[in-house]
């Protein structure tokens, strides 16, 4: 990542969509209109689970 | 982005309500969808014993601990189902957790107890690993609650289940299915009843209400699910859902109000035909139920 960049367009960028993931920078939880500084640890986590029901 | 309740920072987005949440307001949001739920339902009521189906994941144990928050009198329920170093590790999430809040943790091992895994249970049966799995999490869920005298077997099946189901039976036009996909399936002979408390929250929202209160759950998908096609109707759905937020919603409300009371007879109609399994009691409209089927196909392999 070359610099600052909106939660939504990195997700965009890698092709992730929103509705299956939660974003947690710095170990905090943050909304699609968050900024994620150059420096940061992003998790990007998976919320979809499927198995038998 | 602010919370739409008090304006202070918002810290998860759900489009499906075009709202942002602080984290207070977030957990109150949910809290208030789940009791919705229980009551617009007539789940269950403060003295009933509630045993909540816990797998170690988000769901089950966010939907634990809403009950727990909201004053219900819930005891969980693991099964270790045999799949190798995913059930070691879901299992310890759910003991930890039970630990965490001086929670009643009920436990039944299927190996120990019946003699299969479910790689092993699925190949002898020629099921679908997952088909196998529910097979085997529906009969003992039924079974532990009876034999507990639970009152209700809550499950952590969220919207995105639940629109992901109802996708798979309207694209097959499964009427049976469709007649008994409902928030409250009612107990009966051999039947404890058994409730959906999450299905207004999304799993996006059971994961960050996990995130959020420090509930550490097991993030990896279950080894034996991958591929599987319910993934694939999520999927599918939330394509749908991400150019036109509230689409699963209406869907799966749309089919429970106005869909539903239509094609119950259906699944009616089935209840009708059931009898006691001569092997284990428990209902079944086959000659021997295919829990019992099951475990003989594993047991002579």
């Given at each position: 990542m070359d610099g600052p960049l909106a939660v939504s367009a990195l997700l965009n960028r890698l092709d992730v969509n929103r509705e299956s993931v939660l974003v947690i920078v710095d170990g905090s939880l943050v909304t699609g209109n968050a900024t994620v500084p150059a420096s940061a640890t992003v998790e990007i986590r998976p919320v979809i689970s499927?198995?038998?029901? | 982005m602010k919370c739409r309740?008090?304006r202070e920072p918002a810290v998860i987005d759900v489009r499906r309500h075009n709202a942002g949440f602080c984290h207070?307001?977030f957990?109150?949001?949910?809290?208030?969808?789940?009791?919705?739920?229980?009551?617009?339902?007539?789940?269950?009521?403060?003295?009933?014993?509630?045993?909540?189906?816990?797998?170690?994941?988000k769901?089950?144990?966010?939907?634990?601990?809403?009950?727990?928050?909201?004053?219900?009198?819930?005891?969980?329920?693991?099964?270790?189902?045999?799949?190798?170093?995913?059930?070691?590790?879901?299992?310890?999430?759910?003991?930890?957790?039970?630990?965490?809040?001086?929670?009643?943790?009920?436990?039944?091992?299927?190996?120990?107890?019946?003699?299969?895994?479910?790689?092993?249970?699925?190949?002898?049966?020629?099921?679908?690993?997952?088909?196998?799995?529910?097979?085997?999490?529906?009969?003992?869920?039924?079974?532990?609650?009876?034999?507990?005298?639970?009152?209700?077997?809550?499950?952590?099946?969220?919207?995105?289940?639940?629109?992901?189901?109802?996708?798979?039976?309207?694209?097959?036009?499964?009427?049976?299915?469709?007649?008994?996909?409902?928030?409250?399936?009612?107990?009966?002979?051999?039947?404890?009843?058994?409730?959906?408390?999450?299905?207004?929250?999304g799993e996006r929202e059971?994961a960050a209400y996990c995130v959020l209160?420090g509930?550490?759950y097991?993030v990896e998908e279950?080894?034996?699910?991958?591929?599987?096609?319910?993934l694939?109707?999520k999927n599918a759905l939330n394509e749908i859902e991400s150019t036109s937020p509230?689409?699963?919603?209406?869907?799966?409300?749309?089919?429970?109000?106005?869909?539903?009371?239509?094609?119950?007879?259906?699944?009616?109609?089935?209840?009708?035909?059931?009898?006691?399994?001569?092997?284990?009691?428990?209902?079944?409209?086959?000659?021997?139920?295919?829990?019992?089927?099951?475990?003989?196909?594993?047991?002579?392999?």
């Open positions: 499927g198995g038998a029901l | 309740v008090c207070p307001c957990v109150k949001h949910c809290s208030d969808q789940v009791t919705r739920t229980i009551e617009s339902y007539r789940m269950f009521g403060p003295e009933d014993r509630i045993l909540v189906a816990v797998s170690g994941g769901d089950s144990l966010a939907l634990w601990d809403l009950l727990l928050r909201l004053g219900y009198r819930a005891d969980g329920l693991y099964i270790g189902l045999g799949i190798g170093s995913y059930s070691d590790e879901s299992g310890g999430y759910a003991r930890r957790f039970a630990e965490s809040r001086s929670a009643h943790l009920v436990e039944v091992d299927l190996p120990a107890t019946f003699g299969y895994d479910i790689p092993t249970g699925s190949a002898a049966a020629r099921r679908a690993p997952c088909s196998a799995c529910g097979l085997s999490k529906r009969h003992l869920f039924n079974s532990a609650a009876l034999e507990g005298g639970y009152d209700a077997v809550a499950t952590g099946h969220n919207l995105d289940d639940e629109a992901a189901v109802l996708f798979g039976n309207v694209l097959r036009w499964d009427m049976g299915y469709l007649g008994r996909q409902q928030p409250v399936l009612p107990g009966g002979e051999g039947f404890v009843r058994k409730v959906k408390p999450l299905v207004r929250l059971t209160e509930i550490d097991i279950c080894p034996m699910a991958e591929g599987n096609r319910h694939g109707y509230g689409s699963k919603a209406a869907f799966l409300f749309g089919f429970l109000d106005r869909i539903s009371p239509l094609v119950q007879p259906a699944a009616s109609a089935e209840r009708e035909g059931l009898h006691p399994c001569p092997g284990c009691g428990s209902p079944t409209v086959a000659e021997v139920c295919a829990f019992c089927k099951l475990v003989e196909r594993a047991s002579s392999r």
